[in-house]
């Protein structure tokens, strides 16, 4: 499981990732990303805490100290990739990617079409 942890991920090394791990992580990017391709370099890590008194948020500090922002909790990612398997028997990089960026701009699954 650590070998995933704070690590640079691309794509198609995160959709192989088991479910347990993926439900225990968020997922990170750096700053600025606002879409998913091939070359997208992700972490996974602790979850961001928030402060009970301020409500600020407290991210964890490699987030902090790699510039990272986060991107999705881990059961998110985790059902973006069920979903994935779900509708296409096979899916490619490129269909995890279509369903990600689906995901972060509309808030729901895309839909295929095979």
């Known amino acids: 499981m650590s070998r995933f942890i704070r690590k640079p991920l691309k794509i198609e090394q995160l959709v192989v990732i088991e479910c347990k791990t993926l439900e225990s992580y968020d997922l990170y990017v750096k700053k600025n990303t606002d879409f998913f391709d091939e070359q997208t370099i992700i972490y996974l890590d602790e979850a961001v805490d928030v402060d009970?008194?301020?409500d600020e948020e407290i991210y964890?500090?490699?987030?902090?100290?790699?510039?990272?922002?986060?991107?999705f909790s881990g059961q998110v990612i985790y059902d973006i990739i069920d979903n994935t398997k779900y509708q296409l028997k096979n899916p490619s990089v490129q269909d995890y990617i279509k369903n990600l960026n689906n995901y972060s701009e509309h808030?729901?699954?895309?839909?295929?079409?095979?």
């Open 52 to 54: 009970d008194d301020t």
């Open 60 to 71: 964890p500090d490699f987030a902090i100290k790699s510039d990272l922002e986060w991107y």
């Open 107 to 114: 808030d729901c699954f895309y839909t295929f079409n095979e």
